[in-house]
């Protein structure tokens, strides 16, 4: 069995979509000859909490926290939000030009002095730790889990000093992205330089999408594209209740996830009240329930519409409790971020989405990795923004089959979806792993 440090910021006590790549990773890969070593945070200020899934960590694993300068509770002074504000639902808008005052002085100093973002206050603390473990265990190699961007360049430290093989795995891509601070020159070619020197000395680059991929060479064409390896986030059985679909009274759209600033169910809401205003169904017959964290401009939607009744907002639930929404539901809402990224864009509470086998409403862009893959698992259907049209169409069509149960307009490929089970990824992760260790020793 050998030792793979996993260098990784999200992990249990934090909850999100970020944490399960780390956590599956962690939980599958002994049955595939390595075993993980986890160095993460042990203050770290997560935008969720899930307490449930220390419960997935094998027990016997090493899990190394240590500390971290977490630079959010000045930010939340500065702009005068409430101790515990989530930063990425409330800070991200359409524009800069949406941020008060104390904001945009925020973002100016998120942007100029956390290269490259606000947990380079870990860094120290980590390398300290690398160095302890080095002399007490073997380590045959370390995996980084990105973002953010930090455990790159912490694990890029593991990789020069020890020489040991480094597998740099990303979810997002680093500059340039949705999320990403508009920094001024200076400080955006301090980061450029440390995503091209990752990028370039990293023995193998793990993503989550395509389009990461895409990125990284359309900004450093001069990289070897053989470095990178797309390895898809999944969905695991194990995480499922052990129950079946109910027949609902009400016709049960369930979306679980942040909704905020380009990411918002206008255009869905739309289409609900073109369906109501065709009598299709009524705002009685339904049931739009919104499971996560908002931001404020969302949670003025919900309050705007016609049909409030059938709108039921859930807080943050645990991951478990997450899946068992998503079961119980007739359909599920998938809302694709409109941006220049969009088309490229696969979250990985999709693959849930697919693995519960439930019909699924993608709003998103056509000729996207969204769209491909709801017509490689036939589990949804895809319409824009733009065509409300058709994504009451795409409404009426599921109503229909949780009335009827007609295969006509639901019927997914089992053989497909099974294929994104979390176990598959950390078996890819494994064969990388090995090829590069191999490669290191000839």
């Not at 918002?264 to 169904?281: H, R, S, T």
């Amino acid at each position: 069995m050998k030792n793979l440090l996993i260098v990784a910021y999200y992990f249990p006590p934090s909850g999100g979509p970020g944490v399960q790549r780390v956590l599956k990773h962690t939980k599958y890969l002994r049955e595939f000859g390595w075993n993980p070593i986890i160095l993460t945070v042990e203050n770290g200020q997560f935008p969720a909490r899930d307490e449930t899934l220390f419960a997935q960590i094998p027990k016997d694993v090493r899990v190394i926290r240590t500390h971290i300068f977490e630079p959010y509770d000045l930010y939340r002074k500065l702009t005068g939000k409430k101790p515990g504000t989530a930063i990425d639902v409330n800070t991200i808008k359409k524009d800069n030009n949406s941020l008060s005052l104390k904001e945009r002085i925020a973002e100016f100093i998120r942007a100029t002095f956390f290269i490259p973002d606000a947990r380079i206050g870990w860094f120290r603390s980590a390398i300290t730790a690398i160095d302890q473990l080095m002399k007490e265990t073997q380590i045959d190699a370390v995996y980084s889990s990105s973002p953010p961007y930090t455990c790159s360049i912490i694990a890029r430290y593991a990789k020069r000093k020890y020489n040991l093989p480094w597998i740099a795995g990303f979810r997002d891509p680093w500059t340039g992205f949705i999320s990403s601070p508009k920094r001024w020159f200076l400080p955006r070619a301090i980061d450029k330089g440390m995503e091209f020197s990752v990028f370039n000395e990293a023995d193998a680059v793990e993503c989550a999408w395509v389009g990461i991929i895409k990125d990284a060479m359309g900004k450093y064409p001069k990289l070897d594209r053989k470095k990178f390896f797309h390895v898809p986030n999944g969905f695991d059985s194990d995480d499922f209740p052990k129950q079946k679909f109910e027949k609902n009274e009400k016709f049960t759209v369930t979306y679980t996830g942040s909704l905020y600033g380009r990411r918002n169910p206008e255009a869905f809401f739309a289409a609900v009240q073109q369906l109501i205003d065709e009598k299709v169904f009524s705002a009685d017959d339904i049931k739009l329930r919104f499971v996560g964290r908002f931001g404020a401009e969302v949670e003025q939607m919900y309050r705007n519409v016609s049909f409030p009744q059938a709108i039921e907002t859930v807080a943050y639930v645990p991951h478990e409790k997450s899946i068992e929404y998503l079961i119980k539901s007739d359909a599920l809402l998938l809302i694709v971020d409109e941006s220049k990224e969009s088309e490229e864009i696969v979250p990985g509470k999709v693959y849930e989405y697919v693995g519960v086998r439930r019909p699924i409403i993608a709003v998103a862009p056509h000729g996207s990795a969204i769209e491909a893959l709801m017509n490689e698992t036939q589990c949804g259907r895809v319409a824009h923004q733009s065509e409300v049209a058709k994504i009451a169409e795409i409404i009426k069509a599921y109503y229909l089959f949780s009335k009827e149960n007609d295969p006509k307009y639901f019927s997914p490929n089992l053989d497909a979806v099974n294929q994104y089970e979390r176990k598959n990824a950390a078996k890819m992760l494994a064969e990388l792993l090995e090829t590069k260790l191999y490669d290191k020793r000839k």
